[in-house]
T-cell receptor, first 114, second 110 residues
Framework: ETGVTQTPRHLVMGMTNKKSLKCEQHLGHNAMYWYKQSAKKPLELMFVYSLEERVENNSVPSRFSPECPNSSHLFLHLHTLQPEDSALYLCASSQEVAVGEKLFFGSGTQLSVL | AQRVTQPEKLLSVFKGAPVELKCNYSYSGSPELFWYVQYSRQRLQLLLR??SRESIKGFTADLNKGETSFHLKKPFAQEEDSAMYYC????????????FGGGTRLMVKP
């Protein structure tokens, strides 16, 4: 499959659960991103990785823990989330982290925290 | 800090009518501006970017530095243009990261 793939598409979890979101890109890109899309807020950048190194951590609570084992895979580990963390989590990739770069998005994981 | 504002959450027009989706930004420097679009049941994707000065699907956008705006325009709307539209900005002062506006839902009625 080409492009950016995210799994699972939907996730329901309790506040005490631990779960992980997965993102995979087949575009040969060097940069990967996690965005949060809530119903009443603009898309919020959470984390950015460039060549597997984290270059941005946008004041995200520690209950969200990213992992980038290689330039094609990105994970978001979740634990002790709150109901307000319910949102659509989007993964994206780009060739580089540079001004003017085009981002390619996945379909997202719709997360519900009960 | 950089900011992107899309004042209209919803814009409804009839087919064939002109469309203008407003975008204003706040940035100290020379930003790069983008429009992303999300059609129903599809992923978010790039529509056009200022740096390319292109016209995609009949849409154009002009960067007005004096008014700090990057409005998206199309002279004749089509029903298939119905979607969520997001204006976005990136720049060296923002660590090259993309900052999005809140989005505008465009509904084109037959």
């Amino acid at each position: 499959e080409t492009g950016v793939t995210q799994t699972p598409r939907h996730l329901v979890m309790g506040m005490t659960n631990k779960k992980s979101l997965k993102c995979e890109q087949h575009l040969g890109h060097n940069a990967m991103y996690w965005y949060k899309q809530s119903a009443k807020k603009p898309l919020e950048l959470m984390f950015v990785y460039s060549l597997e190194e984290r270059v941005e951590n946008n004041s995200v609570p520690s209950r969200f823990s990213p992992e980038c084992p290689n330039s094609s895979h990105l994970f978001l580990h979740l634990h002790t989330l709150q109901p307000e963390d319910s949102a659509l989590y989007l993964c994206a990739s780009s060739q580089e982290v540079a001004v003017g770069e085009k981002l390619f998005f996945g379909s997202g994981t719709q997360l519900s925290v009960l | 800090a950089q900011r992107v504002t899309q004042p209209e959450k919803l814009l409804s027009v009839f087919k064939g009518a002109p469309v203008e989706l407003k975008c204003n930004y706040s940035y100290s420097g020379s930003p790069e501006l983008f429009w992303y679009v999300q059609y129903s049941r599809q992923r978010l994707q790039l529509l056009l970017r200022h740096i390319s000065r292109e016209s995609i699907k009949g849409f154009t956008a002009d960067l007005n530095k004096g008014e700090t705006s990057f409005h998206l325009k199309k002279p004749f709307a089509q029903e298939e243009d119905s979607a969520m539209y997001y204006c976005a900005l990136s720049g060296h002062n923002a660590g090259n990261m993309l900052t999005f506006g809140g989005g505008t839902r465009l509904m084109v009625k037959p």
